[in-house]
């Protein structure tokens, strides 16, 4: 990036990742481009997260209070046996008091619309459209655009999911980087007022998950299910998808049938794997990746956190040497890896407490759960009290 005009940066998706890095990109003076394949703000009402470092990304965007009167109202976990019947609980509020957290939930179109809101302003957004070929050279990257008349930029950001198209156009095929580990999630919206307004009620059978969360009073279902490698997966065949739903959770009791007689009416069922992307580098020339499509490692809501955090620290370390790309690129994924690369190590134990694999796990987990603020709480307290080492340089 040399000359003295704003760089041109182009940010492929317009979800969390992108928004974000839209905004902070405009903050620092670049010029950002948003193309984001879906015809409008994406309309997912599943919950995500914003706690540790994301928080930070947000209050510096002036969002947090936003977020904060968005939230969803859950202060609970209920796990049901097949009756219905409770048999474990987690106070998710005492369990988030305990271990010192600020974090808020919200829906995916929820954080998404806000973010958007919070960029729009300083950054082009072209809606409907993808990209489908990028050449690149010492000075900028040549893009085509499905719909778009071709353009050049100085540097390109895939932000465009687990499946991205720009990760394939510059880096190579999804089977390359995405590893598939063992699960699979489907959601959709009931369109019916929730049993609890405040808990999240989780039926177990073994290998299988399925829940009932609520969402401003209304009802979102979640099934999450151990299963292999389905064969041609196919991340738009909503028949695929219900059918393997069907095939998995016939003979589950509980409210599973109604949920899967749901499932087979609907048209809004989002569904995908359980992935891992792992890449050597996120990174070649001009082109790098941001959010699931440079590192998809979220089970349980940690992705949305991991790509607001990840979306400012790109945007810091280009603004930092706007001239040298290379080195703020390279310095972007040294910090952020070090966020991204312990949780992509978690998901087993993730699935372990919310998908038990066999009855004796799931009984294990009911009963483990009356105890976790509890060993939140002394968590807590032990690092309050380890011994602090003091800063370089300090007396002793």
């Given amino acids: 990036m040399t000359g003295t005009t704003s760089p041109t940066v182009l940010i492929s998706g317009a979800g969390v ?20 394949r879906a015809p409008g703000l994406r309309s997912s009402g599943n919950p995500v997260d914003v706690r540790g470092p994301a928080i930070a990304v947000a209050e510096g965007m002036g969002v947090m209070p936003r977020l904060r009167e968005a939230a969803t109202s859950v202060g ?35 954080l998404a619309r806000i973010l958007m809101e919070a960029s729009s302003d300083s950054a082009e957004i072209l809606f409907g459209d993808t990209i489908t070929a990028l050449h690149q050279d010492a000075h900028g990257v040549d893009v085509t655009f499905e719909k778009a ?43 019916a007022p929730a049993d609890s307004p405040t808990d999240v009620v989780i039926h177990n059978a073994p290998g299988r998950m399925a829940s009932i969360h609520p969402v401003h009073g209304q009802a979102l279902a979640a099934l999450i299910f151990r299963h292999p490698g389905i064969p041609d997966f196919r991340p738009r065949d909503l028949d695929q998808h219900k059918e393997a739903l069907a095939d998995t959770y016939r003979d589950d009791g509980w409210r599973v049938p109604e949920l899967l007689d749901r499932a087979r009416a609907t048209d809004d069922l989002w569904f995908d794997s ?57 310095r972007y994924e040294a910090r952020h890896r070090t966020l991204v690369d312990p949780r992509q190590n978690n ?50």
Avoid at 157 to 174: C, M
Avoid at 378 to 391: D, E, N, Q, S
Wanted: glycine residues 8%.
């Fill in 76 to 110: 609970a976990l209920s796990f049901v046996d097949a009756a219905g019947r409770r048999v474990g609980h987690v106070n998710m509020r005492a369990l988030q008091r305990a271990a010192g957290s600020g974090e808020v939930e919200v829906t995916r179109s929820d």
């Fill in 149 to 191: 008349a071709p353009r050049r930029f100085d540097l390109v950001v895939g932000a465009d999911g687990l499946h991205s198209t720009t990760r394939r156009l510059a880096f190579g095929p999804e089977e390359r980087f995405v590893e598939h580990m063992g699960l699979y999630v489907a959601t959709l919206p009931l369109n």
């Fill in 347 to 396: 998901v087993a134990s993730a699935a372990a407490l919310m998908v038990p694999a066999t009855s004796a796990g799931i009984a294990l987990r009911n009963t483990a759960s009356r105890l976790w603020p509890l060993a939140a709480a002394g968590t807590r307290l032990r690092r309050a009290m380890a011994p602090r080492k003091p800063p370089l340089g300090a007396a002793r």
């Fill in 274 to 330: 359980v992935s891992r992307v792992r890449i050597d580098r996120w990174s070649d020339g001009r082109i790098t990746l941001l959010g699931d499509a440079a590192s998809s490692v979220s089970l349980f809501g940690d992705g949305s956190t991991l790509a607001m955090a990840g979306a400012r620290t790109l945007a810091d370390e280009l603004a930092a040497t706007p001239t040298d790309h290379r080195s703020a690129l390279a």
């Fill in 17 to 36: 990742a992108g928004t974000t890095l839209a905004h902070w990109l405009a903050r620092h003076g670049f010029r950002p481009t948003v193309v984001e």
